[in-house]
């Protein structure tokens, strides 16, 4: 065998590239978006929104009546869990579609919704019976 060979230690070069030290600069404060819920914010497109859900479009129902018809109706003919659970699965869906998309159209079908579920609830009648005297 032959005798070992020793290989020498490789020279100390200093690097050819140092980096610049950094400096973390903060990010310019921006202006935040506006929130999702701006119902005190707008109170004329809310209040238009309602008088738009109410306004008589087609021979003297609105958005609003159309709806409270609709569920009358299913609870009158006998189904009425079934009514109520497509009543709020529609509450859900136009206050899904209002609180992900901004416009006034978004607002006046939940407003809809809102009010023709609320004026079809069943204490009404008791109210309009105690108030008026007629039966519905």
Do not use: C
Not at 94 to 111: E, K, P, Q
Not at 119 to 129: A, Q
């Amino acid at each position: 065998m032959t005798a070992p060979q020793y290989v020498p230690p490789p020279p100390t070069y200093p690097p050819a590239y140092t980096p610049a030290p950094v400096h973390h600069q903060p990010h310019p404060v921006t202006e935040q978006a506006p929130p999702k819920h701006r119902w005190n914010v707008r109170p004329v497109w809310n209040l238009t929104a309602v008088g738009a859900a109410l306004a008589p479009i087609y021979e003297g129902y609105s958005l609003a009546t159309g709806t409270g018809t609709l569920l009358t109706d299913m609870v009158n003919t006998g189904h009425p869990s079934g009514a109520w659970t497509i009543d709020i699965a529609v509450l859900a869906a136009t206050a899904y579609i209002n609180h992900t998309r901004d416009g006034w159209v978004s607002r006046v079908l939940l407003f809809a919704a809102i009010l023709g579920s609320a004026l079809t609830l069943p204490w009404l009648n008791v109210v309009l019976r105690l108030m008026t005297g007629a039966t519905t």
